[in-house]
């Protein structure tokens, strides 16, 4: 599980302050398979990170489950996000300078190049002593090019094919969640142009994103269950 990871959870508990909020009860089936044979289980849901201000107002959303050390950079990306606009005025300014983020951000993504990065950097006066930092987004390669010597490299794959598997399903999401559900969750802020509550966009979240409507008994399962059900006119 993603957040199981202990670089993971050592990351949020240290720079965060994190709250697990479930939006709708777990759903759970139970199959019959007859004589005395019956098997129960959770179905699989979906997660999504919010970053928010001390008050509660939405920064950005990582939607769905992602490589752990992808992860672990959308996080800083998220704490830095943050230590960015923190120095705002007041709210309106604030606002603008998040609309400013997730446009550029769309501007991008709808370029078909990756998202732009944001990074911190030492600020000196001129006789050489450091005077805080600075933070600026730009785009990745720059960083890239600037820290190669510091990546990190992506974990060996395991050699068990189950393990494999779902090794090469944990890329495919992340890469799916970069490039497509961001960028919807981009596009769908910076439309609100105030900053919004993770209860105001939580549903067309997961609804138009995620695709697992909070209001479908069915999480849009109801197709596959009765439209070819042989015996549906008895029931």
């Known amino acids: 599980m993603l957040f199981s990871n202990e670089n993971i959870a050592t990351y949020i508990n240290f720079n965060f302050e994190p709250v697990w909020v479930s939006v709708r009860p777990v759903p759970r089936v139970t199959i019959d398979f007859g004589n005395d044979v ?3 289980r959770t179905l699989h849901g979906n997660v999504a990170t919010y970053a928010c201000t001390a008050e509660g107002k939405v920064l950005d959303i990582l939607p769905g489950i992602y490589e752990p050390v992808a992860y672990l950079d959308r996080l800083e990306q998220l704490r830095l996000l943050h230590k960015w606009i923190a120095g705002a005025r007041d709210e309106a300014t604030m606002a603008g300078l998040l609309m400013g983020y997730h446009q550029r951000q769309l501007d991008s993504l709808e370029s078909n190049q990756p998202h732009l990065k944001l990074a911190e950097y030492p600020m000196a006066s001129i ?11 730009e785009p990745a ?4 090019a600037r820290r190669a010597a ?8 395991p050699s068990d094919s189950r393990d494999l598997a779902n090794w090469e399903a944990l890329f495919i999401d992340t890469s799916v969640n970069e490039q497509i559900r961001r960028r919807d969750i981009h596009r769908h802020l910076l439309e609100q142009q105030v ?35 042989p015996f549906a006119h008895r029931d």
């Not at 006789?127 to 987004?137: K, S, W, Y």
């Not at 510091?150 to 794959?157: F, K, L, N, W, Y």
């Open 38 to 40: 019956i098997v129960k």
């Open 127 to 137: 006789t050489g002593a450091e005077q805080g930092t600075r933070i600026v987004l």
């Open 141 to 144: 390669r720059r960083i890239a």
């Open 150 to 157: 510091a990546h990190t490299e992506r974990a060996t794959a």
């Open 195 to 229: 900053l919004v509550t993770p209860e105001q966009v939580t549903k067309w979240l997961y609804r138009e994103v995620l695709h697992a409507d909070l209001d479908d008994p069915y999480l849009g399962l109801g197709n596959v269950l009765f439209d070819n059900y």
